[in-house]
């Protein structure tokens, strides 16, 4: 008997028949003697009808109505599962996040979790039901309600793992665990087994969306195993765990990439102390992410600083880019968007140089030009234009020898694409 978390995402709960699926699962769950909780994204591209509703509302919608308007979502799709729960004759309870006592910050539409209060939650599974609860949401210190950010169902999952102490936290999703590559790219992709925190962090950073990274970064601190599998099958998917010694030692274990950056240079910026300070201080106290950051060798008492940030927030940047260009004195501000970073990850890049060599020889093969480079212990990531992405992931996975022997098939993938079309009118 062991107390599961199970998060299923927007495309497991898209319509009717997958909602009743999903109730299928966590009912045959239960009678076979498990305590189950199941967290639930919105149905389908809800939460982009939303935002796409608010913009057509109002070009900069007030963040903290914006998570209100968000919440309802989850709130429509944890309802829904509970009555498919019921009709299967097993109790339920949906909760949302306020009701589970989800404390957040109050950074409205990227809020972090401070503390959580799962005392309703086991009242609720020691009184034999399965708790359905809403994923995403919080409430902050004044009780109004915070989302945490893009995908965050991932996160609530493993926070409520870590405070009911579950067993295990299972991540349902279209696909069936962590790949080596996004398979849609390279079709010799294979499924890891097994993949430790810290690689599935510098993955996520890297741009592979399976997790949430904020997710990932819960599960290490609180020692939650994830195990990533899909909701169109039985089969086991991925599981994301402390480093143990029977992990695969591939050097490389995967290639990432992410094409939702856009490359900001900040050309002749007088080069005298604080002006990083200055540049980057701005970007934090504007609440934006920087990811990669060069600055170049000053010339003439004068450098560029280039740093790449998420496009979501790129009008934002521009504006607050532009100020600071006045108040240095610098020259220009220039913007790209059609730039993607690859990575290549692996806990074995500790002990082997020349792994970053192999990486950029690779690359010049291909005639691929790198314009950024930056590096973790276990992670190599360079930045270059967006149009070469596809062909730099394929040169890198086959170079690292993770080419596998069975080809993805499209079809394998796309079983929630294909109901997801037979149910156009969601
Ligand atoms: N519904 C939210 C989103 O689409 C949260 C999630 O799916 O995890 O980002
Ligand atoms: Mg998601």
Known sequence: MSVVVAKFGGTSVANPERIRSVAQRIVSRKRAGDSVVAVV?????????LVALASSISDAPDPREMDTLLSTGEMVSMSLL?????????????????????????????????????DRIRVALSAGRIVIVAGFQGIDAAGDITTLGRGGSDTTA?????????????IYTDVAGVYTADPRIVPRACKIDQIS???MLEMAAGGAGVLHKRC?????????????RSSFSDEAGTLVKEYDPTMEKAIVSGVAHDLSEAK????DVPDTTGVAAKVFGAMADANLGVDMIIQNLSENGHTDITFTSPKADIERTT?????????????????????AKVSIIGAGMKVNSGVAAQMFTTLAEGGINISMISTSDIRTSVVIPAESAEEAVRLLHTAFGLDGAKVFEETQLSAEELAAKANKGR
């Open 82 to 118: 509970a009555m498919a729960v019921a009709e299967l004759g097993e109790e339920a309870i949906s909760l949302s996040g306020r009701q589970i006592g989800l404390i957040t910050d109050s950074v409205h539409g990227k809020a972090s979790i401070r503390e959580i209060h799962a």
């Open 158 to 170: 493993v926070a409520i793992a870590a405070g009911i102490k579950a067993d295990v936290c299972e």
């Open 216 to 228: 990932i970064e819960f599960a290490r601190n609180f020692g939650v195993t994830i195990h990533c």
């Open 41 to 49: 994204s919105a149905m389908g591209k809800t939460t982009d009808d």
């Open 197 to 199: 925190y810290e690689e």
């Open 264 to 267: 900001f240079t900040i050309r």
């Open 319 to 339: 504006e607050v880019m532009n100020r600071i260009v006045r108040e240095l004195g610098a020259r220009e501000l220039l913007i790209t968007g059609e730039v």
